[in-house]
């Protein structure tokens, strides 16, 4: 396949890239600064110049390509999501996405199309109850961003292209660099109650599954990009613990973790148990499901 990649250089940008190349594919990786991404990226990908929030020569290439995995967005856990940080985090996953998807949309169904969305996000929090993709988004800010962002790829869908939105969980490499200071300090602990579901994907079996959902025709709409098993915020807490070799102290408490973080803190009192139906009814098998054994492998890594 000859695969665009927006968000190439992020970590999961990088996973999905290197295992592209390792399968044959031709890679191709949009960047704002492409000078810069060359030092960060195989020399094996082409780099392609432009700002997905921004029209540009770069659309034209889209339809040179059999398909395009949109990951590029604001990150956002940067600031406490005041008025011109809300409207970036909107701008780089509506403005862009829309953008994206109209340069799907000229290739007249040629190309397709996997955009990212996130789970935690969409879902918010529901309590215990095993959550598929036909699950009710939450009633928060990010939560109708994530909804607004999925919708953004109508253009494609109005030109006959398939597209898929993947609502990834929590990567565990990321997650790793977030939790690790603290554990290494001896310092860590769960968030909040411990009790909200953390809904985890090893970054090897999430580049896999954006890759399925390239391939296969039946991939269609949002499908929960997480491990089979979710599990609870002090279960995964434990775990870190483990595979650092540091204790886990007692829960930090809700109302702290509210005024450390201010509204962003509903991506981590918060929790979803989601799991990844639509994938595993479609064949899809995870072949790093084990919490415990992928964050080994994810420290190893790093």
Request: a neutral charge; proline letters at 6%.
């Amino acid at each position: 396949m000859r695969v665009l990649v927006t968000g190439g250089t992020g970590g999961l940008g990088r996973a999905l890239t290197a295992r592209l190349l390792e399968r044959g594919d031709e890679v191709l990786v949009l960047s704002r600064d492409a000078a810069r991404a060359r030092g960060q990226l195989d020399p094996r990908v082409q780099l392609i110049q432009g700002d997905p929030c921004r029209q540009g020569p770069w659309q034209q290439v889209v339809a040179t390509c059999d398909g395009v995995v949109h990951l590029a967005a604001h990150n956002v856990w940067e600031g406490r999501w005041r008025e011109p940080e809300k409207a970036r985090i909107r701008a780089s996953r509506i403005e862009a996405t829309t953008l994206v998807a109209e340069a799907v949309a000229a290739a007249r169904g040629r190309t397709s199309l996997v955009s990212a969305s996130a789970v935690g996000q969409y879902y918010g929090k529901h309590g215990d109850e095993h959550l598929g993709e036909d699950a009710e988004p939450a009633e928060t800010f990010i939560a109708a961003v994530c909804a607004d962002w999925e919708r953004s790829c109508a253009p494609a869908l109005a030109a006959g292209a398939r597209v898929s939105q993947a609502r990834i969980g929590v990567v565990l490499s990321s997650a790793l660099q977030k939790v690790a200071g603290p554990f290494r300090w001896f310092v860590g602990g769960a968030p909040g109650s411990g009790e909200q579901w953390v809904p985890w994907v090893d970054p090897r079996d999430l580049a896999d599954m954006l890759i399925f959902a390239l391939e296969r025709s039946d991939v269609v709409g949002p499908f929960n990009a997480v491990a089979p098993e979710p599990v609870r915020m002090r279960e995964f807490a434990a775990a870190v613990g483990r595979v650092l070799q540091r204790p886990v102290w007692v829960p930090i408490p809700e109302f702290a973790v509210r005024w450390a973080l201010g509204e962003v803190a509903c991506l981590v009192v918060g929790g979803a148990r989601a799991q990844p139906v639509k994938l595993q009814s479609l064949g899809f098998r995870h072949t790093h499901a084990e919490l415990d054994l992928a964050l080994r492998d994810v420290l190893a890594a790093s």
